[in-house]
Structure formats: structure tokens, C-alpha cells
């Protein structure tokens, strides 16, 4: 075990001994030996009473042994002596840090009514790599879920985004079929390609009374792929304005959204959108998240070229997506479903004017046999139809498999490697294809 004040900030040292029946005798220093074995001869037969007893005795003799602490901890707890045993692990973890004391000390203090205690605790043990994080995570949203915090009763389910708070991004993806160009009998070339990508994304938001808030923020996203005559080569700068509200078990959120974005190095178009999030708490294990946006495009005063094949568009696009947790409110294993509709409306008939709808079904699951990793299945269906120009008539069907394998280093860091396979069964046969695409990926979150 590694040497360290751990939790004198939470207890301040304090260790207070509990005299049995009317007050117990000071016991010489050489008498410790004799009441620390006695004590744990008892605690190995599991008459969890008798050993606290003795180890009490071998602490007036000596208080600061670590396993006598520990022993006395665990036994204490075991005779519901929830005080005690709290005391104990706090003045064992002032030298020590282990994992499993820490556990017991947070149970103690929520069994004992010290909520706040408990729920710092539970904090720290889902903040930090340890076999137990789940667990305390669980535990943590228990306590706020049945709003036993002191003072939590009436305050909003999902807490309110304040100060600077944001992610980072950089991946790398090999695409087998990264576009749809055929030879004369109709056949994909299949060009493979090499991708790097970065996003970088950050809010600031200020508190407005008990429930709102306001803000703004910024999103940079980039694609660079290895061949350079590839016309795929996007970045994309985004500024916001945003305002929200928080209740008890909701979180409500409107943004306008401004955008610049580039292609292969030219000014393609800007964007305005307007967007709507809103999350509800639907009973203890279920979130529905539904967003909605509507953006105008702007083409034809950017790039001739560009807007001759790529009108202005005016974008709708909706989502709805529900949450199933199979561990209370634990975020570490759910089931989801998510449907979207997107309209990308222009006044051509083009392969540019389309409509989908998309259906997902997915997985999200610890892995048991290594700690913080986590494995996230997907499998996603869209109909897709185009107005292309008469008379041809062009609809696809888009079929994607995809497996993420991600740890968690820490709470902010992630590491991610991905497979996605996507078929797509065109009414045009030339546009049938089929992509197997590779990545790995490293996020922060702050």
C-alpha cells in the first residue's frame, strides 16, 4: 500500500476512542501485542464483537498500527457499530490508500446519516481508477436520486453546466472504400484512404439564478486524408450563443450556432443554425434525449464551382434517443435506441436534395475482466431517397455495423480503437458499395 494523507481533509485526523460499559482501563504499551493477536484470533473466527473489544485495547496502546486500524474498522462495521468503524478507516487511509477502506468508511458514514461524507466519498472512489468505481457510482446516484442529501430535495436532477467545460479529439481512421468512383461495368474502384482527424470543442456558461444558465462557446473540427486529390478534406469552425434551464429531472437547452466551413482548402459555404436539446428523466432507469435543428446554407456567394453542384439548402434535423441503465443511473452500462430524420431541402432536384430516416440500436457494457474498459456495439438502418433528376429515381438502403473497444485511463481520458462496416444497397446499381473502416481515437474531457 502507498503512503499518504488521504482523507485529512474530510475527517481532519479526529480519531475518537468508544469506551465499552462504563469506561475501559489504560493498557501498557507492552500489552498491545497480547490484545492485537487475541483480537485478531477473534476476528478470524468471526466473533466480530469480541474483536472489536480487544482491538480497542491493543489502540489505547498503541493507536496508529495500520492492520490493528483496519482490523478494527472491518470488525466494527461487522457489529454495526458504524462510528467506530468510520473513525477506524479514517485514521487507517490518513496513512494508507486503499480502496476497500475507503468503501467501508463511505458506507459507514451513509449507514451512520453522514450523507455528505458518504456521497464525497463515493465521488472520489468513481473520480479514480479502482475495482469498486462502478459501484460507487451507483451508490452516489442513489443518494441523489431518493434526494437524501442534505438540502438536495427540490434541486435539479441534472446539474447545471458552469465555467469552462469542453472536449478534445485527435483520430485516425483507414478506409478501404473511401469513394464511389466505378470502372465501365459499374464496379467500385474501391480507393482506399487514410484519415486524420481532430476536434476540439469548449463552453463557458454562467448561472442565472437557482435554475438557468447562459453561454457561448466554440468547435473546431478537421479532416486531413493521406491523398490530398481527394475532395473529402473538411474544416469546420463554429461559434455559439446558448441559454438553458435545469428541473428537478430534466435539462433544457437553445442555441444558435454560426459556421464556417471549408473544402480541399476553399471557402465551400457558411451556416446558421438554430438548435433545441432537451433530456428527461423517465423513471430510475431510463433518459429520453430528443434534439432538434434547423440550419440554413449558404453556397452561391462563396464558391462558383462549389454552388453550381451544391445549391443552397435549407437542413432539418430531428433525433430521438432513449437510454435503458441496467445499473441504476451508472453510466457504464446501458441499452439505446435512437431514431433521426434529416431533410436537406433545395430548390434542384439533385443528388444534393435528399431525406433520411435512421434507426439505432445499440450496447454500451463494462468489460469484467479488465478495469475501466468498456465495449460498445452498434447496428444502424437508413433509407435514404434523392430527387434526382428525371427520370431517374434513386433511393439507398444503408446498413452499418460498428464495434467500439475503449478504457479509461482516468475520468478525463479515454482511449477508443473502432471497426464500422457500412453497405449501402442502391435502386442505382453504379452506387452500390461497401466500406470497412478502421480507427483509433484520444479523447479529453475537461
Not at 472489536?52 to 490493528?68: F, G, I, T
Not at 431518493?146 to 435539479?156: E, F, I, N, T
Not at 430527387?387 to 439507398?396: G, N, V
Request: some cysteine; glycine content about 8%; aromatic content about 12%.
Amino acid at each position: 500500500m502507498k503512503k499518504r494523507s488521504f482523507l485529512c481533509g474530510l475527517m481532519g485526523g479526529a480519531f475518537a476512542v468508544l469506551a465499552w460499559a462504563g469506561g475501559a482501563m489504560a493498557v501498557p504499551a507492552d500489552d498491545f501485542s497480547t490484545h492485537y493477536k487475541q483480537g485478531l484470533g477473534y476476528f478470524e473466527k468471526k466473533q466480530y464483537d469480541q474483536a472489536r473489544e480487544e482491538l480497542v485495547l491493543a489502540m489505547e496502546a498503541k493507536s496508529d498500527d495500520p492492520d490493528m486500524l483496519r482490523h478494527l474498522a472491518l470488525a466494527s462495521f461487522m457489529v454495526k457499530d458504524y462510528p467506530l468503524a468510520r473513525n477506524a478507516a479514517a485514521q487507517f487511509l490518513n496513512v494508507y490508500e486503499d480502496p476497500a477502506i475507503l468503501v467501508l468508511m463511505g458506507r459507514s458514514c451513509e449507514l451512520n446519516g453522514d450523507l455528505e461524507l458518504a456521497a464525497n466519498i463515493y465521488q472520489k472512489l468513481a473520480n479514480t481508477a479502482n475495482p469498486y468505481q462502478d459501484a460507487a457510482q451507483t451508490a452516489l446516484n442513489n443518494l441523489v436520486e431518493s434526494r437524501q442529501l442534505p438540502g438536495q430535495k427540490g434541486k435539479p436532477f441534472f446539474p447545471r453546466p458552469e465555467g469552462v467545460h469542453g472536449a478534445a479529439m485527435v483520430s485516425v481512421e483507414y478506409d478501404d472504400n473511401i469513394t464511389t468512383i466505378y470502372d465501365q461495368t459499374g464496379t467500385p474502384s474501391g480507393i482506399d484512404d487514410t484519415r486524420a482527424g481532430l476536434a476540439f470543442g469548449a463552453d463557458v456558461d454562467v448561472p442565472v439564478g437557482e435554475r438557468f444558465y447562459w453561454g457561448g462557446g466554440g468547435l473546431f473540427l478537421g479532416n486531413l486524408y493521406n491523398d490530398e486529390a481527394q475532395p473529402y478534406e473538411v474544416a469546420m469552425v463554429r461559434g455559439n450563443l446558448h441559454a438553458g434551464m435545469v428541473g428537478d429531472d430534466w435539462n433544457l437547452k437553445v442555441a444558435l450556432e454560426l459556421d464556417s466551413v471549408d473544402y480541399t482548402h476553399e471557402h465551400a459555404f457558411d451556416a446558421q443554425r438554430l438548435t433545441v436539446s432537451y433530456l428527461q428523466l423517465l423513471g430510475r432507469r431510463n433518459i429520453m434525449i430528443v434534439q432538434g435543428a434547423v440550419a440554413n446554407e449558404d453556397w452561391t456567394d462563396k464558391n462558383p464551382d462549389w454552388a453550381e453542384s451544391n445549391p443552397d439548402a435549407i437542413k432539418y434535423d430531428v433525433s430521438l434517443e432513449d437510454r435503458y441503465y441496467l445499473k441504476g443511473m451508472a453510466s457504464n452500462l446501458f441499452l439505446r435506441m435512437k431514431y433521426q430524420y434529416q431533410l436537406n431541402d433545395t430548390d434542384e432536384r439533385s443528388t444534393v436534395d435528399y431525406y433520411f430516416n435512421k434507426g439505432t440500436l445499440g450496447l454500451r457494457s463494462p468489460l469484467a475482466f479488465a478495469w475501466n474498459t468498456y465495449i460498445v456495439p452498434d447496428i444502424s438502418y437508413e433509407y435514404r431517397s434523392y430527387k434526382e433528376p428525371d427520370p431517374t429515381d434513386r433511393t439507398d438502403r444503408i446498413t452499418e455495423y460498428s464495434i467500439i473497444l475503449g478504457k479509461s485511463w482516468t475520468k478525463e481520458f479515454n482511449s477508443e480503437l473502432s471497426y464500422r462496416r457500412r453497405d449501402t444497397n442502391s435502386t442505382v446499381d453504379n452506387y452500390d458499395k461497401t466500406q470497412n473502416i478502421y480507427g483509433l481515437s484520444m479523447i479529453y474531457v475537461f
